[in-house]
């Protein structure tokens, strides 16, 4: 599990093909800090698990349908990433929880520069619409954000200055995709009416 607060930029150094997935290679001085085989971090939101160390650079392989859902299948050599090492129980969550599972992926639409800071726009995906309100969370490439403003085609951000620092969401411009994952609270929301009221229409049935 993560929280969305990226503890670094990094950057993939390498992406080798392995059957229909990847291995990448990927540096980040902070997160390999006391990581070991087997651990998770997070790439641009995507959770993936180490396979390989060596100094600052770490080793990750992504399969097929992760490439598919996700931005990692058109990052080459090169391209930054937020990465954030799995949370610790004995931490503070200061973000959201984080599953570091893709829901989908967006666009960006626009850039609106304010007195501290940006409003950034996103498209957003039919499927996803139902769990994004505003004042909810969500996870962009990552990072733990407050949805500002929804409508049924997009939704709306406010970046402060240390997140347009901090974290590759700064350079996005309009057309850059991104990686979306929505609150999982919101998902075991919706489950759990469904079925109280699956439950009460067949009770009414009998």
């Known amino acids: 599990m993560f929280t969305g607060i990226v503890e670094e930029?990094?950057?993939?150094?390498?992406?080798e093909p392995?059957?229909?997935g990847a291995r990448l290679e990927i540096r980040g001085k902070t997160v390999t800090e006391g990581t070991r085989h087997g651990d998770s971090i997070a790439v641009d939101g995507v959770c993936l698990t180490v396979v390989g160390l060596d100094g600052e650079v770490f080793t990750v392989d992504v399969v097929a349908e992760t490439?598919?859902?996700?931005?990692?299948?058109?990052?080459?050599?090169g391209a930054r990433v937020n990465l954030e090492r799995a949370v610790r129980a004995d931490q503070r969550l200061g973000g959201h929880i984080v599953q570091g599972h893709v829901d989908g992926t967006a666009a960006v639409?626009?850039?609106?520069p304010g007195d501290h800071g940006e409003r950034m726009r996103f498209s957003l995906?039919?499927?996803l619409?139902?769990?994004v309100v505003e004042k909810g969370?969500?996870?962009?490439?990552?990072?733990?954000?407050t949805v500002a403003a929804v409508d049924a085609e997009s939704f709306t951000v406010a970046l402060i200055p240390a997140t347009l620092e901090l974290t590759t969401l700064g350079a996005r411009r309009p057309g850059d995709p991104v990686n979306l994952e929505v609150d999982v609270i919101a998902k075991y929301v919706e489950k759990q009416v469904a079925a109280y009221a699956g439950a009460h229409a067949r009770e009414a049935g009998r």
């Open 9 to 15: 930029i990094g950057e993939i150094v390498r992406v």
């Open 18 to 20: 392995a059957g229909d």
């Open 67 to 77: 490439l598919a859902r996700s931005t990692l299948g058109g990052k080459d050599a």
């Open 109 to 112: 639409l626009d850039r609106t």
């Open 125 to 127: 995906p039919p499927a």
């Open 129 to 131: 619409a139902r769990y």
């Open 137 to 145: 969370s969500i996870a962009v490439d990552g990072v733990s954000l």
